[in-house]
T-cell receptor
Framework: EDQVTQSPEALRLQEGESSSLNCSYTVSGLRGLFWYRQDPGKGPEFLFTLYSAGEEKEKERLKATLTKKESFLHITAPKPEDSATYLCAVLSSGSARQLTFGSGTQLTVLP | DAGVIQSPRHEVTEMGQEVTLRCKPISGHDYLFWYRQTMMRGLELLIY????????DSGMPEDRFSAKMPNASFSTLKIQPSEPRDSAVYFC????????????FGPGTRLLVL
């Protein structure tokens, strides 16, 4: 059974204080790892897809990296508008189209 | 592109009533997914369709839940009869065919069953 564990559950940062969110996964063959951002009262918003170990993708202050067991979402010099819940999901070779989601990291960036 | 459209955005109903949630996927997307999100269980896949055909409904909690996709631009999720434990946020998502598997989510329907 595919499993995704995100840590920490919650993270409070001061504006400008860089940090990383972790997504550990156990799958029977990774087809893709997805990062989403979810604001209160809204649907998950797609950020990145990573397909193979060593791959990195960047968007503004966010950079996602992937190894064979985990992914990191690095946030550089965050701003209050980066406050949201960040969700990680995996698509495995044994699951057709079904994504398995982690429980998310709730990020709060204080001004 | 308008993105995935869901209606209603909020629904309050009484136990035993029928509830119908609606979704319009992104034009050109072949896959449509229905999810439920709660604090306790997070995001759970209920059912998904490929080219309007239900592929996997193993996540549908009970026979009280049913979903249809009569055409490529419309899907419904129906709960009959509704129960308080069905209270959650229901999301619809869509994606393109194989090779472009990123799912794009709608804004959700927040359902409260009293």
């Amino acid at each position: 059974e595919d499993q995704v564990t995100q840590s920490p559950e919650a993270l409070r940062l001061q504006e400008g204080e860089s940090s990383s969110l972790n997504c550990s996964y156990t799958v029977s063959g990774l087809r893709g790892l997805f990062w989403y951002r979810q604001d209160p009262g809204k649907g998950p918003e797609f950020l990145f897809t990573l397909y193979s170990a060593g791959e990195e993708k960047e968007k503004e202050r966010l950079k996602a990296t992937l190894t064979k067991k985990e992914s990191f979402l690095h946030i550089t010099a965050p701003k209050p508008e980066d406050s949201a819940t960040y969700l990680c999901a995996v698509l495995s070779s044994g699951s057709a189209r079904q994504l398995t989601f982690g429980s998310g990291t709730q990020l709060t960036v204080l001004p | 592109d308008a993105g995935v459209i869901q209606s209603p955005r909020h629904e309050v109903t009484e136990m035993g009533q029928e509830v119908t949630l609606r979704c319009k996927p992104i034009s050109g997307h072949d896959y449509l997914f229905w999810y439920r999100q709660t604090m306790m269980r997070g995001l759970e896949l209920l059912i998904y369709f490929n080219n309007n055909v239900p592929i996997d409904d193993s996540g549908m909690p009970e026979d009280r839940f049913s979903a249809k996709m009569p055409n490529a631009s419309f899907s419904t999720l129906k709960i009959q009869p509704s129960e308080p434990r069905d209270s959650a946020v229901y999301f619809c998502a869509s994606s393109k065919r194989s090779g472009q598997e990123t799912q794009y989510f709608g804004p959700g329907t927040r359902l409260l069953v009293l």
